[in-house]
C-alpha cells in the first residue's frame, strides 16, 4: 500500500514562495520510478494537475505554473517536492501528492491528470 504524506503548506502573500514536500512510502525498490504528481483543487473547482515526474525523470508542468513552480524528487528519502515561486491568489488550493500518475484528459499540453494512489493534501493559502 503506497502512502503519501504532504507537508509545508501554509499562508504566504502574493509573490511570496512556498516548497512542498510529499513523503512517501510502502512501495518496492522496483517502483521508485514510477511517476509523480501535484495536484490541487479549490472550492467549487475541479481538481487540476499542476506538475509531474514521469518515470523517465521528465518534468511537466500545466500551463498555468509553468516558469514558477519546480516539481523534484529525492530517490534517496522518496520524497516529492514542489517549489512554488511568485505566488499568485489563483494558486490558492488544496495540493495533492499523487503517484502512479498516468495521461489521461489533456488541459493544453498538460496530460498528466489521473492517478492512483493520493495523499491527503497540504493548504496552500497566498493572500493579496
Known amino acids: 500500500q503506497v502512502k503519501l504524506v504532504e507537508s509545508g503548506g501554509g499562508s504566504v502573500q502574493v509573490g511570496g514562495s512556498l516548497t512542498l514536500s510529499c513523503a512517501a512510502s510502502g512501495y518496492a525498490d522496483v517502483d521508485s520510478n514510477f511517476c509523480m504528481a501535484w495536484f490541487r483543487q479549490a472550492p467549487g473547482r475541479e481538481r487540476e494537475g499542476v506538475a509531474a515526474?514521469?518515470?523517465?525523470?521528465?518534468?511537466h508542468y500545466a500551463d498555468s505554473v509553468k516558469g514558477r513552480f519546480t516539481i523534484s524528487k529525492d530517490n534517496t528519502n522518496n520524497t516529492l517536492y514542489l517549489e512554488m515561486n511568485s505566488l499568485k491568489t489563483e494558486d490558492t488550493a488544496m495540493y495533492v501528492c499523487a503517484a502512479h500518475c498516468f495521461t489521461s484528459h489533456c488541459k493544453g499540453d498538460y496530460c498528466y491528470t489521473a492517478a492512483y494512489y493520493w495523499g491527503q493534501g497540504a493548504q496552500v493559502t497566498v493572500s493579496s
Open positions: 515526474i514521469d518515470n523517465r525523470g521528465i518534468v
